[in-house]
């Protein structure tokens, strides 16, 4: 049986999702009553749940959801979140699994977990990389803002990166095959935070003999993980962004 606790909680996850909406919508999206829906609304916005735009406008959420929902991102490492993804990784491909995070014109490694294989691929924590031929460089150049790309690539002698980062953002996820090192192949995805904003980026690595045949198996895997830690850092997710850019027009 759902209670008034649940339905409440269920119109603060709907906007989190789409941002603004009428009570209306709420109600339709929810299956509820418009009745139930306007009391449940106007309780939650005495209580600083929600706000409203003007008179009878949308509601968003207000000034105690952003309260708890900044001591939630507070609150989260992005190390220590995607420790567990990284080892999820390497039992589903048995290849290397790494996370890197921006410093200036590279990515810096950050954490690396190995599979029991006597021939695996390494990167060392502290260790870096190019942006521009590597996975993690490219997944993270791919999920910047076009005025922060622009201002990224003037400074990399990059022919055709433009074009291969096009890809990358239509079918989520980056590679790398024997481009950096000859050896080895991999697929990287970008981490966003509550912004959208990439903050970093997952990658699976492992000698090119065996990753290459499979690669395009593995890039999926490494985007839907990427995408779970992203969750967590508060990313509602690029369709609901664009979901509620529709709904404020």
């Known amino acids: 049986m759902i209670g008034a606790l649940d339905r409440g909680l269920g119109i603060l996850r709907l906007l989190a999702q789409h941002r603004r909406l009428s009570v209306p919508e709420i ?100 260790s870096t990389r190019p942006f521009h031929n590597t996975s993690v460089g490219r997944a993270y150049l791919a999920a910047l803002p076009a005025a922060r790309l622009d201002d990224l690539l003037a400074g990399l002698e990059a022919p055709g990166l433009r074009e291969k980062l096009d890809v990358v953002r239509v079918r989520g996820w980056s590679d790398d095959r024997r481009e950096y090192d000859p050896s080895s192949c991999c697929c990287g995805a970008a981490i966003r935070d509550h912004t959208g904003e990439p903050v970093g980026a997952l990658s699976v690595a492992g000698v090119a003999e065996r990753m290459d045949p499979v690669i395009d198996q593995i890039g999926p895997r490494v985007r839907d993980a990427a995408a779970r830690i992203s969750a967590s850092l508060g990313f509602a997710g690029l369709g609901s962004i664009q979901a509620s850019e529709i709904k404020s027009h």
Request: glycine share 8%; no cysteine.
């Open 27 to 126: 109600a339709d999206a929810l299956g509820l009553s418009r009745a139930t829906a306007y009391r449940l609304v106007d309780r939650l916005r005495d209580e600083g749940w929600l706000i409203s735009e003007g008179h009878g406008g949308p509601v968003r959420l207000g000034p105690t959801a952003a309260q708890l929902a900044a001591a939630a991102i507070e609150s989260v490492n992005l190390r220590d979140v995607a420790i567990p993804v990284l080892r999820e990784l390497v039992a589903e491909t048995g290849e290397t699994a790494n996370l890197a995070v921006p410093n200036g014109t590279e990515m810096v490694f950050l954490a690396r977990e190995q599979p029991l294989r006597t021939v695996s691929v390494a990167a060392h924590p502290g």
